[in-house]
């Protein structure tokens, strides 16, 4: 299972950012995917996740309310919306994919390369 990340930029706080992740190779509905960040000297942090099957999609607690996680089936694709973005959102940004079937904030199988996501104040 491969995945592409992009979608990141240098946006002004208050702005708005949609990140990419496209997945290949041998996937299974059953699949979730998820984003993470890491900001400049801190550790990996979970953000939001959403299984291809569907259901109701999972976010931290930073993200609720101004991030949006979708999918695009045909395009094996999942978007991150992120609006009304704020310094402390600086980070590389990452995709993964879960064989798990449930949605985890942990613990996934395979990683994409980072997008890079600076909000400047």
């Known amino acids: 299972v491969q995945l592409q990340a992009s979608g990141g930029g240098v946006v002004q706080a208050g702005g708005s950012l949609r990140l990419s992740c496209v997945v290949s190779?041998?996937?299974?509905?059953?699949?979730?995917v998820g984003w993470f960040r890491q900001p400049p000297g801190k550790e990996r942090e979970f953000v939001s996740a959403i299984t291809w099957r569907g259901g109701a999609p999972y976010y931290a607690d930073s993200a609720k309310g101004r991030f949006t996680i979708s999918r695009d089936n045909a395009k094996n694709t999942v978007y991150l919306q992120m609006n009304s973005l704020k310094p402390e959102d600086t980070a590389v940004y990452y995709c993964?994919?879960?064989?798990?079937?449930?949605?985890?904030?942990?613990?996934?199988?395979?990683w994409g390369q980072g997008t890079q996501v600076t909000v400047s104040s």
């Open positions: 190779g041998r996937t299974s509905s059953s699949y979730a």
């Open positions: 993964a994919a879960d064989r798990s079937s449930t949605i985890r904030t942990a613990g996934y199988d395979y």
